[in-house]
């Protein structure tokens, strides 16, 4: 018996490795005949384990999608990945996923072996937490899944739709894909009323089922539709935009900037172009300064004079600070046509 429970986990991590076995094939790596295999095969459905098969030479064994869950068979290395992951969803944008990832580990950790319960153990011990410094608008699950159906059965989506402002309008979609950044999701879709494509935020979706009809899927927007996205919400969304020349190379740029604030291409070794936008020229200025690396404006040249007058302000207050206070309460005494001089030199130093 303790033989044939064996043989029977051993079959089931085999049908979970890979999509398709022959039955030769399974008997061949369990040392046992193609009969004893239909008979384990049966064993397995009676568990509650949907294994199809297909009869002919061509066939084989696959694992299929079953009414239920039924317990999985993960190795040492899977299930170590499994619970560091749940420990870490919480902090992905999705609603609710944080009190979800606590009771599937909680019956991960209670069946897992010693060994490997301190390898996770020594994970989450020595291990600091870097949490956002702002916290995103979490998306609920259930939007999130229900606009990933309607992509998938390419059926027409209805929904009430938020803008940054606040307004709400009812937009009629057919959806194509969602698209994820660390902290948020966006539903690429064909608005049918504007007759274009569009980017929505999937946490300022409201669905308004029931959906339909099915729709003949249209050619994406663009072939990356993660660069597409990202020029959506980080330069075209934008009333003032530039480009911009980085002096490192595009794999260093990516450390500094992320999908939300610009759009990265690689120029050469060292260098790379950035496309960014911002709400206007000021706080564009603001926004390049941040990123901490070497550049130079390629366009606009409104950009340029921006940071020429950014640069003369920041150096007139080292100035004020090199004088010291009281040369600074002195100059701010002086009116603007010079009144506070010396009489008799033109400088308003005192005469040697």
Known sequence: MLETSARLLRLLSLLQAHREWTGPGLAERLGVTPRTVRRDVDRLRELGYPVNASPGTGGGYQLGVGARLPPLLLDDDEAVAVAVGLRTAAGQGVEGIGETSVRALAK??????????????????????????????AVDPGVLTELATACRDCERLRFEYRDHAGNSTRRTVEPHRLVCTDRRWYLVAWDVDRADWRTFRADRITPSPPHGPRFEPREAPADDLAAYVSRGISTAAYPATAVLRLFVPVDRAREAVGPEDGVLEAEGPDTCLLRTGAHSMDVLVIHVLLMGLEFEVVEPAELTSRITAARDLLANALDRGERGPSATAAGARRSPDGAGRTPGTPNGSSAG
């Open 108 to 137: 991960l950790e209670q069946v897992l072996p010693d060994r490997l319960r301190r390898r996770v153990g020594a994970l989450n011990a020595f291990t600091v937490p870097l949490l956002p410094g702002r916290r995103s608008a």
